[in-house]
C-alpha cells in the first residue's frame, strides 16, 4: 500500500460527459503528480501541484483541469470527453517539489469512455 | 525536445541470469534519475534514486549506473527471478519541473 488513494477505481461514461477523479496524497506529502497511461503508451505527465499552487504542467488537454485542495487531496476534471480519453490515470505524491525523491503512486483510475 | 528512450523490445532472460536495462536522454541535465517498477494494471512502484555525482547504486540484487557523459543509465538486476517479471521505467526531472517518465521495458524472466 503506497498510502496514496484514488477514487474511483474505474469509471465507465458517455463522450461528451463530464468526470472527476480524486487523489488523496500520501499523509504529509505536499506534491501531487496526474498522469495518464493509454493501452501501450508510456505514462504521460499531465499536470503537478504542490502545496496547492500548480507547479508543473505537461502535455495537459484544455478539456482537463486539475486542482489541489487545503487539506492536499487533489481533483482532476475530465470534460467533454471522447473515445481516445479512455486510459488509466494515476496520481502521485512526493514530499518535496519534485525529481529529489521518489513519487508514490496510486492504483490508478481506470475510465472507459463509450 | 526532451526524450527519455528506452528499450521498447521485451528483454526474455532465463532466471539467474542478469537483466541489463537502458535508459537514453536528450536534452535533460538530471540531477537524479529514478528506476520504477510497474506490473499489468498497476502504479508504478519505486526502486532507486542516483543523483549525478554518484556512479552506481545498489539495493539487494538491483544496481544501477549513471553516466552524464553518455546521458544514459542502465539498471541491473542479478540473480533473476520470474518474480521480477514486470516493466521497468526510468523518470527524469524535466524541464518546468515536470517529472517525465520513459516508456519502459517489458523485463520476462523464464525459469
Known amino acids: 500500500d503506497s498510502g496514496v488513494t484514488q477514487t474511483p477505481k474505474h469509471l465507465i461514461t458517455a463522450t461528451g460527459q463530464r468526470v472527476t477523479l480524486r487523489c488523496s496524497p500520501r499523509s504529509g506529502d505536499l506534491s501531487v503528480y496526474w498522469y495518464q497511461q493509454s493501452l501501450d503508451q508510456g505514462l504521460q505527465f499531465l499536470i503537478q501541484y504542490y502545496n496547492g499552487e500548480e507547479r508543473a504542467k505537461g502535455n495537459i488537454l484544455e478539456r482537463f483541469s486539475a486542482q489541489q485542495f487545503p487539506d492536499l487531496h487533489s481533483e482532476l476534471n475530465l470534460s467533454s470527453l471522447e473515445l481516445g480519453d479512455s486510459a488509466l490515470y494515476f496520481c502521485?505524491?512526493?514530499?518535496?517539489?519534485?525529481?529529489?525523491?521518489?513519487?508514490?503512486f496510486g492504483q490508478g483510475t481506470r475510465l472507459t469512455v463509450v | 525536445s526532451q526524450k527519455i528512450e528506452q528499450n521498447s523490445e521485451a528483454l526474455n532472460i532465463q532466471e539467474g541470469k542478469t537483466a541489463t536495462l537502458t535508459c537514453n536522454y536528450t536534452n535533460y541535465s538530471p540531477a537524479y534519475l529514478q528506476w520504477y517498477r510497474q506490473d499489468p494494471g498497476r502504479g508504478p512502484v519505486f526502486l532507486l534514486l542516483i543523483r549525478e555525482n554518484e556512479k552506481e547504486k545498489r539495493k539487494e540484487r538491483l544496481k544501477v549506473t549513471f553516466d552524464t557523459t553518455l546521458k544514459q543509465s542502465l539498471f541491473h538486476i542479478t540473480a533473476s527471478q520470474p518474480a521480477d517479471s514486470a516493466t521497468y521505467l526510468c523518470a527524469l526531472l524535466g524541464s518546468g519541473y515536470a517529472l517525465n517518465f520513459g516508456k519502459g521495458t517489458s523485463l520476462l524472466v523464464t525459469p
Open positions: 502521485a505524491s512526493s514530499d518535496t517539489k519534485g525529481g529529489d525523491t521518489e513519487a508514490f
